[in-house]
T-cell receptor, first 116, second 112 residues
């Protein structure tokens, strides 16, 4: 079964801690994305990566970091510098635009992060 | 700043009626348009993609695109209580690669 997995489903963080959210895909997709969703809001882009070992900041990258060492994996670290991290975090992926429908993104199940 | 606007709702329709969801966008060069359905507490699910002006039908769903008016809509025929969800409009701008800009979503409630 091809798909995108995220873990954990729920995560609790204490003040001052860094936490890492996992995102893995076995769809052979080139590009991967991290979004944040606050209650009643749309999605805001944190970071994205179009190829291995390369990534770019999105609209709200401050307080977050990522890596893309493998095509299948795009972990997100929420650092202590992120002052209001409580949110629903969504990972998405898409095929390269060459020869494919541009823009179709598919989402993992999400991680709900709560700061205690 | 590229913007995608949706009425937050809730939009309430009776079971069996047609639900009409609307979305406007600011980037005139936008090329691709998507509708996602998001149930409460779940992740978004892609339900429709549309790339050219006109209508595109898939089962009970019809997406309508008017690039001149910078307007995209989603019609849901024979609405069911299971259609109750938040519907997100997403737009892929000109030269944006695979980047999407999302609207804030419209909450749809279908009453039995």
């Amino acid at each position: 079964d091809g798909g995108i997995t995220q873990s954990p489903k729920y995560l609790f963080r204490k003040e001052g801690q860094n936490v890492t959210l996992s995102c893995e895909q076995n769809l052979n997709h080139d590009a991967m994305y991290w979004y944040r969703q606050d209650p009643g809001q749309g999605l805001r882009l944190i970071y994205y990566s179009q190829i291995v070992n390369d990534f770019q900041k999105g609209d709200i990258a401050e307080g977050y970091s990522v890596s893309r060492e493998k095509k299948e994996s795009f972990p997100l670290t929420v650092t202590s510098a992120q002052k209001n991290p409580t949110a629903f975090y969504l990972c998405a992926s898409t095929r390269d635009s060459s020869g494919q429908r541009v823009g179709e993104q598919f989402f993992g199940p999400g991680t709900r992060l709560t700061v205690l | 700043q590229k913007e995608v606007e949706q009425n937050s709702g809730p939009l309430s329709v009776p079971e069996g009626a047609i639900a009409s969801l609307n979305c406007t966008y600011s980037d005139r060069g936008s090329q691709s348009f998507f509708w996602y359905r998001q149930y409460s507490g779940k992740s978004p699910e892609l339900i429709m993609s549309i790339y050219s002006n006109g209508d595109k039908e898939d089962g009970r769903f019809t997406a309508q695109l008017n690039k001149a008016s910078q307007y995209v809509s989603l019609l849901i025929r024979d609405s069911q209580p299971s259609d109750s969800a938040t519907y997100l409009c997403a737009v892929n701008g000109d030269n944006a690669g695979n980047m999407l800009t999302f609207g804030g979503g419209t909450r749809l409630m279908v009453k039995p």
